[in-house]
């Protein structure tokens, strides 16, 4: 089965993860590209950038680090739509050591880790629990059509890739290269006064009129750090946990509207209104009025 697109949404991707099974990890959106911003997160476990993907073999800096392939967990995206997840995957998996992926990723990762890029994309494509993970976050789409057709140069074709530290090194983790790229050495400390350059000037690439970028950060579950700092009152942890748990809720609600097919509802209503306008014998009128409206707004257009 195919994979769908999926919404650049920090409530989708966290439900996402968590329904993989991974845990007190959290994506949030990031509404401002600068180091101040940034270290405002206490830990960052990698970032997400989603961008209007194109052509161009030079779209990055860096160098392909093909040395690493042997050192990381880099999968290479083959197949169509899966990018979201795949950056997502790009991230967790090169930091086992720092997160519970729960046990369901735990053996997806131990089965696929010696194998070489093209199968881990391979093996990650055909993965029944990914793939409906993934799909259960797609919009509804009221019109199934048995065609599809290969995207053209005219279409808007947007892509998702990962940016995380790797063995003091900051990697740009992308399916769609050979292999890793690789922006230099850097510590911990440091990720995000060398991260922000390295996304702008991928930015930078594009015309300026190009605004069609979006930022998510991976970090820890911010309520399990609310509930383990000490320099926090009790009345304080208990002000801000409810503003998360209530972000939490507004993320459910959401995913849930997204997920329903609101078309049979709105045919519903239609048909009730006709109907009571019908009892009412109103419906003669009100389709005499409306062409008679339409007729009206054609002239005064000819007329202006």
Not at 53 to 59: G, I
Not at 279 to 285: A, F, P, V
């Given at each position: 089965?195919?994979?769908?697109?999926?919404?650049?949404?920090?409530?989708?991707?966290?439900?996402?993860?968590?329904?993989?099974?991974?845990?007190?990890?959290?994506?949030?959106?990031?509404?401002?590209?600068?180091?101040?911003?940034?270290?405002?997160?206490?830990?960052i476990y990698g970032i997400i950038?989603?961008?209007?993907?194109?052509?161009?073999?030079?779209?990055?800096?860096?160098?392909?680090?093909?040395?690493?392939?042997?050192?990381?967990?880099?999968?290479?995206?083959?197949?169509?739509?899966?990018?979201?997840?795949?950056?997502?995957?790009?991230?967790?998996?090169?930091?086992?050591?720092?997160?519970?992926?729960?046990?369901?990723?735990?053996?997806?990762?131990?089965?696929?880790?010696?194998?070489?890029?093209?199968?881990?994309?391979?093996?990650?494509?055909?993965?029944?629990?990914?793939?409906?993970?993934?799909?259960?976050?797609?919009?509804?789409?009221?019109?199934?059509?048995?065609?599809?057709?290969?995207?053209?140069?005219?279409?808007?074709?947007?892509?998702?890739?990962?940016?995380t530290l790797i063995n003091d090194?900051?990697?740009?983790?992308?399916?769609?290269?050979?292999?890793?790229?690789?922006?230099?050495?850097?510590?911990?400390?440091?990720?995000?006064?060398?991260?922000?350059?390295?996304?702008?000037?991928?930015?930078?690439?594009?015309?300026?009129?190009?605004?069609?970028?979006?930022?998510?950060?991976?970090?820890?579950?911010?309520?399990?750090?609310?509930?383990?700092?000490?320099?926090?009152?009790?009345?304080?942890?208990?002000?801000?946990?409810?503003?998360?748990?209530?972000?939490?809720?507004?993320?459910?609600?959401?995913?849930?509207?997204?997920?329903?097919?609101?078309?049979?509802?709105?045919?519903?209503?239609?048909?009730?209104?006709?109907?009571?306008?019908?009892?009412?014998?109103?419906?003669?009128?009100?389709?005499?009025?409306?062409?008679?409206?339409?007729?009206?707004?054609?002239?005064?257009?000819?007329?202006?």
């Amino acid at each position: 089965m195919s994979w769908s697109t999926l919404e650049s949404d920090a409530g989708v991707f966290t439900d996402l993860i968590e329904n993989l099974g991974v845990k007190d990890v959290q994506v949030d959106e990031l509404y401002c590209l600068d180091v101040e911003t940034l270290q405002q997160f206490q830990k960052i476990y990698g970032i997400i950038f989603l961008f209007k993907w194109k052509k161009q073999a030079d779209n990055f800096d860096g160098e392909l680090d093909y040395a690493s392939l042997d050192e990381l967990y880099f999968p290479q995206q083959i197949i169509s739509n899966a990018c979201a997840t795949q950056a997502l995957m790009s991230i967790l998996l090169n930091h086992t050591n720092e997160i519970d992926i729960g046990n369901d990723l735990r053996e997806f990762y131990d089965f696929t880790k010696e194998l070489p890029a093209d199968l881990k994309g391979e093996a990650l494509g055909n993965s029944e629990l990914i793939r409906c993970v993934h799909n259960s976050f797609a919009r509804a789409d009221p019109f199934i059509s048995d065609e599809s057709r290969p995207a053209t140069d005219d279409d808007d074709v947007y892509h998702f890739i990962a940016y995380t530290l790797i063995n003091d090194k900051l990697y740009e983790l992308d399916g769609l290269q050979p292999a890793p790229i690789c922006h230099g050495k850097c510590e911990k400390p440091l990720f995000a006064s060398r991260v922000v350059p390295v996304i702008q000037s991928r930015i930078a690439k594009y015309p300026p009129n190009e605004i069609r970028f979006n930022l998510m950060v991976l970090s820890p579950d911010r309520r399990r750090i609310i509930q383990q700092d000490p320099s926090l009152s009790d009345t304080e942890k208990t002000a801000i946990l409810a503003v998360e748990e209530e972000k939490r809720a507004r993320w459910k609600r959401e995913n849930q509207l997204r997920k329903h097919n609101f078309v049979g509802m709105f045919l519903e209503l239609l048909k009730l209104s006709v109907k009571d306008q019908i009892d009412k014998g109103t419906w003669n009128e009100t389709l005499q009025q409306r062409i008679q409206s339409h007729t009206q707004n054609q002239l005064e257009k000819r007329n202006a």
